[in-house]
């Protein structure tokens, strides 16, 4: 009885197929398939591995497989039933794939080009737009700005009544100061009080017009550049009547005693009555002013700091 090896060898060289071509068909290396054929089964796998090279070695040939286990097995061939020829696993699918193969490719092709192309176009359709929309923006009217709020009047230009002989006093809710018919202007200076004693309060002043006012240039310089809020502070040497009108309309007057300081802060200028100027100076955020006058000068409607720079 032939052994297994020389009858798969018989097979082999019937088919005309080399041992490389059948190693590439079942995936088994050639060193496995001479030892097959040449029977030396103690360099092949366990039996099980054994029977399926055979197995695979009949496939890639085209011949059942049961005659060449049966003479691996040690069975007698004659005993095992016929069986159909089996076809080649390996030979069927290899034109269907070549075949498909440059269609895959062409198709793959030509849907990059369609691609390119679109995309090209579509850029082109945007670059011929774009200016049109361009255009459309620029005729549009422009949105409609709302009128901004008319400013409040200042509180530092309404100068009491006293003023009406140099320039126009605006209507405000604050009453002025009382007239009192007195000579415009105190001669005679106040003797000072004794340093012992306490000076009584002393009534307010006779508010008079103001004449010209040569210190006036020096408040406007000792007054340049200096921002809100405005700090104004009095400091008394004599007793003297002072009265203030800040941004809200606020009035203070009062007879401060010597040696007093009085303070006030405003966002706007301040509008200044004095009934004494030379018992008072005067310091606008940390500047000092000029002395207003003598002792006895009353001084009335004095805007500090001086607005635009025009003397009052």
Known sequence: ??????YLRELRVKRGMSLDELSRITRVAPRYLEALEGDAF???????FTRGFIRAYCQALGTPPEEALARYDGRDPRDVP??????????AP???STA??????????????LLVVLGVALFAVALVTQPAREQRADRRPPAPVAAAP?????????????DTATRPIPSAPVKP????????????????????????????????????????????????????PYR?????????????RTEDGRTSEETVPAGAVREWVSNRPFVVTIGNAGGVSFELNGRSLPSFGASGTVISGLVLPPEGGRPQ
């Open 150 to 162: 008319a400013p409040a009047p200042p509180v530092a230009a309404i100068t009491p009544p006293a």
């Open 177 to 228: 100061p009382p007239r009192l018919a007195e000579p415009p202007r105190v001669v005679a200076p106040a003797p000072p009080a004794p340093a012992a004693t306490t000076a009584p309060a002393m009534a307010p002043m006779p508010i008079a017009p103001s004449g010209p006012r040569p210190w006036m240039p020096q408040v406007q310089s000792a007054t340049t550049g200096i921002a809100t």
């Open 82 to 91: 016929a069986a159909r020829p089996v076809v080649k696993a390996a030979a």
């Open 1 to 6: 009885m032939t052994q297994v090896g020389a």
């Open 232 to 244: 104004l502070v009095a400091r008394v040497s004599e007793p003297t009547w002072i009265r203030v």
């Open 100 to 113: 498909d193969e440059p269609r895959t490719r062409s198709a793959i092709l030509v849907s990059f080009v």
């Open 94 to 96: 290899a034109p269907h």
């Open 42 to 48: 103690n360099v092949l796998p366990a039996p099980a």
